[in-house]
C-alpha cells in the first residue's frame, strides 16, 4: 500500500520521470492538471520544463489560487523551471511567481540547451555529494534570510569561490536548480519525502534504474 500520495504538476515539462522516482519510493504520484487533483495530497512536485508555458496554462486551467493555496501550508519541490514558479521573481515571465521561497532567481543562466550540463554537487541534506543534471539552468541570484541553503557547486567548478548556491528550503518548501528525477539517484525525492514532508515509511533503496541524462540533455536543443 502506497505511504503518501504525493501529486506532480502535470501541466507541461517531465513529470512522468518525477513519477518514477516517487513511485520508486513507494508513495503514490498521480499529475495535477485541475484545481480537484489538489484535493488529499500529502505534498507536490512541480517539475522542470519551461516556467514561461507552466504560468501560461497555470492561468488557463484556473489552477493559480488552488495552488497558491495548497503552496500555504503544504510540503512542495521545485525543480528547475519549478524552483523558477516557487520564487519570488524572475525576467520574462508572463504572469507573477508564486513568492513561495524567498529567492530571486535568473532563468538560462547558463546559457542555452546546447549549454547544458552535468556536475557534482555538495548536499549535505543527501549524505554528501550529488551527481547533477542542468537543463538550461536557472541561478539563485538572491536569497532571503529565512532560506537554507541546501546544495552547493563544488568550489572550483564555476559560480563564487565558496560554492555557488544550487538548493535552497525554506522550511516545507524545497528549491533545486537541477533535475533530480534524471540520474536514477532517488536520494533528494527520498529526503523531501522523509525529511520536509515528514511521510512515515518510504521505502529504502536510493536508485532506480538511471535514464541517460545524456539523453535528456541532447532530447530538445532549443
Ligand atoms: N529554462 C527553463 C525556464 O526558464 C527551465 C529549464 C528546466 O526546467 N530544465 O523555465
Redesign the pocket.
Known amino acids: 500500500m502506497a505511504v503518501g500520495r504525493v501529486g506532480i504538476l502535470g501541466l507541461q515539462?517531465?513529470f512522468a520521470r518525477h513519477r518514477a522516482s516517487l513511485e520508486a519510493l513507494g508513495v503514490e504520484a498521480p499529475p495535477v492538471r485541475l484545481a480537484a487533483d489538489l484535493e488529499g495530497l500529502d505534498a507536490l512536485v512541480l517539475?522542470?520544463?519551461?516556467?514561461?508555458?507552466?504560468l501560461t496554462l497555470i492561468e488557463a486551467y484556473g489552477l493559480r489560487a488552488p495552488l497558491a493555496a495548497f503552496l500555504q501550508s503544504r510540503p512542495v519541490m521545485g525543480?528547475?523551471?519549478?524552483?523558477?514558479?516557487l520564487g519570488r521573481g524572475?525576467e520574462w515571465l508572463p504572469a507573477p511567481p508564486f513568492g513561495a521561497l524567498d529567492v530571486t532567481v535568473e532563468?538560462?543562466a547558463y546559457g542555452r540547451?546546447v549549454d547544458?550540463f552535468a556536475a557534482d554537487v555538495e548536499a549535505p541534506v543527501v549524505g554528501g555529494r550529488f551527481h547533477a543534471v542542468?537543463?538550461?539552468?536557472?541561478r539563485i541570484s538572491g536569497i532571503g534570510a529565512g532560506v537554507e541553503v541546501i546544495a552547493r557547486r563544488l568550489p572550483g567548478t564555476g559560480g563564487t569561490p565558496e560554492g555557488e548556491p544550487v538548493a535552497v528550503r525554506q522550511r516545507r518548501v524545497v528549491g533545486l536548480c537541477f533535475?533530480p528525477e534524471l540520474t536514477g539517484d532517488l536520494r533528494f525525492h527520498r529526503w523531501f519525502l522523509a525529511e520536509v514532508a515528514g511521510l512515515a515509511g518510504i521505502a529504502s533503496g536510493d536508485s532506480r534504474p538511471a535514464p541517460s541524462p545524456m539523453a535528456a540533455l541532447s532530447r530538445d536543443r532549443s
Open positions: 515539462g517531465d517539475p522542470g520544463g519551461e516556467s514561461t508555458t507552466m525543480t528547475c523551471a519549478g524552483l523558477i514558479l524572475s532563468r538560462n540547451q547544458s542542468f537543463i538550461r539552468a536557472p533535475h
